[in-house]
């Protein structure tokens, strides 16, 4: 599977291609060394005030507020069930 990745050379140039996930070392188009992949940061969403992600914690509210409805609706609670 192709995909972009970042690689740097001994000199700092830093350059992307598309490639296979298999290549680890390409030919830096400025110099001619060779470049190394560079790990890349995962980049990840989190609300501002939680901290949690917010399709889980949207997901988690809504959930717990059906329970809740769900209880007080038929009187009973099966929680350890």
């Not at 298999?22 to 030919?27: A, G, L, R, T």
């Not at 890349?40 to 939680?50: H, M, Q, W």
């Not at 329970?67 to 929680?79: A, Y």
């Amino acid at each position: 599977m192709k995909r972009y990745f970042d690689f740097q050379c001994a000199k700092g140039h830093i350059t992307e291609k598309y490639i296979d996930d298999s290549e680890k070392v390409i030919q830096c188009p400025h110099c001619g060394n060779d470049a190394t992949r560079l790990i890349a940061a995962p980049r990840v969403n989190l609300e501002g005030i939680t901290g949690d992600f917010p399709g889980a914690s949207m997901a988690w509210e809504r959930k717990r507020q059906d329970r809740i409805n769900w209880e007080r609706k038929t009187g009973r609670s099966d929680q350890w069930k």
